[in-house]
């Protein structure tokens, strides 16, 4: 692989406080090189990109995605939702376990992991199962997961409504040092609904999900949690009362992380207005008031990272009726777009949204892949390059996911992804764009 020169970009790091124009030297899939103004170490033959007017910073990664493969090959591919990862400055995915079969048994994993290296063009780190079959009765064999590689725990989609059964998951994660990331939901209460409860879902006549059904489950497990001692990840935390309840943990000194979706910080429950099928996800969306409290959570450091939960599903899927449509976002390739809105708007600065993609989930990986997240010298050389003010329109056409599912589709958004690196290989460049060989 030759050596790669990314020069005179506007460089941002948050894991190591470096924002500056600058060059970076990257030789044999790793950070070589780090300068600004000063002449790159010469080599014998490189490419150059060059970077002005655009963003330079660590590899986006994604805590959170469903790539649908085994089984569900007829909405997303490790092979396409790779891609799709790679168009939106993703460079480092992981993926929930439920798959047909599941990702609870090492012969799944080990064909997602091969999969993953024969066909896919980011890094995928698998996450198993809680439970056997993610049915909430039996815990899957957690040591045997881990020895495939799994970086953490969940049985996403389905919470574990069993309290015993997720309290002996906790004993086990803490033993075997990963998180368990969790889909708080109380299915007795959220039975049946299709959207955020409240004033939009009666005009609607939809049945609704109250915020209560997401913080009853927050609240046990952040307890469970405290009992245990376990590293708990929250997923998709959609309402301002989950922020409190996280917030009082963190100050009790639980071990706790979480995530927000793209979606969760830009849209409101009004989305669904119209019975737009492509707004339905589960939490659901729901009010201004929570995006405010979510955004705030990210800036107190409540909310650790943003991660998709990226969730394809077939055009035809999403053509049924309202109540019966499965739930979901195609999100890889418009998450930098919609997040850097709150950037444009002054809610969020670009440092603390650079931040939440990548050194913030890479503390929640761990360093077994590596340095991942930063710039550091030596570091696996995974690089995002976009322009933070190029405006374009979101066409599901032209996406390499398989699933069109979005609110946003032909929607304009402000900023784009111009380059992805993984490892020093370039997976995804945009048109505008020449790298120049020498
Ligand atoms: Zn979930």
């Given at each position: 692989?030759?050596?790669?020169?990314?020069?005179?970009?506007?460089?941002?790091?948050?894991?190591r406080g470096i924002d500056e124009i600058g060059s970076l030297l990257i030789t044999e899939g790793k950070i070589a090189?780090?300068?600004?103004?000063?002449?790159?170490?010469?080599?014998?033959?490189?490419?150059?990109l060059h970077a002005q007017g655009l963003i330079?910073?660590?590899?986006?990664?994604?805590?959170?995605?469903h790539l649908r493969q085994p089984g569900f090959e007829e909405k997303e591919t490790i092979a396409t939702g790779s891609r799709a990862a790679a168009r939106g400055g993703f460079t480092t995915i992981c993926c929930m376990p439920n798959t047909k079969p599941p990702l609870d048994n090492h012969f799944t994993i080990n064909y997602v992991n091969s999969l993953a290296l024969s066909q896919g063009v980011v890094r995928v780190l698998p996450i198993g199962c809680i439970s056997k079959e993610r049915k909430g009765e039996e815990l899957a064999p957690m040591p045997e997961l881990v020895s495939s590689g799994v970086i953490a725990f969940s049985d996403d989609g389905s919470p574990v409504m069993n309290t015993d059964l997720m309290c002996h998951a906790l004993e086990h994660t803490r033993k075997l040092g990963l998180p368990l990331i969790d889909h708080c939901e109380d299915t007795v209460l959220s039975d049946g609904g299709v959207m955020n409860e409240g004033t939009i879902s009666s005009q609607l006549g939809l049945k609704g999900i109250p915020a209560a059904a997401e913080e009853i489950m927050v609240a046990r497990d952040l307890s469970l949690a405290h009992l245990t001692g376990a590293r708990l990840h929250i997923a998709h935390v959609s309402t301002a009362g989950s922020v409190d309840l996280i917030r009082r943990a963190k100050d009790k000194g639980v071990k706790v992380t979480a995530e927000v979706t793209p979606h969760h910080l830009t849209l409101t429950e009004e989305k669904v207005i119209g019975y737009?099928?492509?707004?339905?996800?589960?939490?659901?969306?729901?009010?201004?008031?929570?995006?405010?409290?979510?955004?705030?959570?990210?800036?107190?450091?409540i909310i650790d990272a943003i991660a998709t939960d990226h969730a394809p599903h077939t055009e035809a899927e999403k053509l049924v009726e309202f109540a019966l449509v499965p739930f979901g976002i195609s999100g890889l390739e418009t998450a930098l777009g919609s997040l850097l809105t709150l950037v444009h708007n002054g809610q969020l600065t670009l440092t603390t949204l650079i931040s939440k993609l990548t050194h913030q989930p890479a503390k929640i990986i761990g360093d077994k892949y590596g340095k991942l997240g930063s710039l550091e010298i030596g570091a696996p050389a995974d690089v995002t390059i976009f322009d933070p003010d190029m405006e374009w329109i979101v066409d599901t056409k032209a996406f390499a996911s398989k699933g069109k599912n979005t609110p946003l589709a032909g929607s304009t958004l402000k900023g784009k992804v111009i380059a992805t690196i993984v490892q020093g290989k370039l997976v995804y460049k945009d048109d505008s764009i020449t790298v120049k060989e020498s």
């Open positions: 692989m030759k050596p790669l020169l990314i020069q005179d970009g506007h460089i941002i790091d948050p894991s090189w780090l300068g600004k103004g000063e002449a790159a170490p010469p080599q014998p033959h490189f490419a150059t330079v910073c660590p590899g986006f990664i994604d805590l959170h995605c737009n099928t492509n707004a339905k996800v589960n939490p659901p969306l729901r009010t201004e008031q929570d995006i405010q409290a979510l955004i705030q959570g990210l800036k107190e450091n």
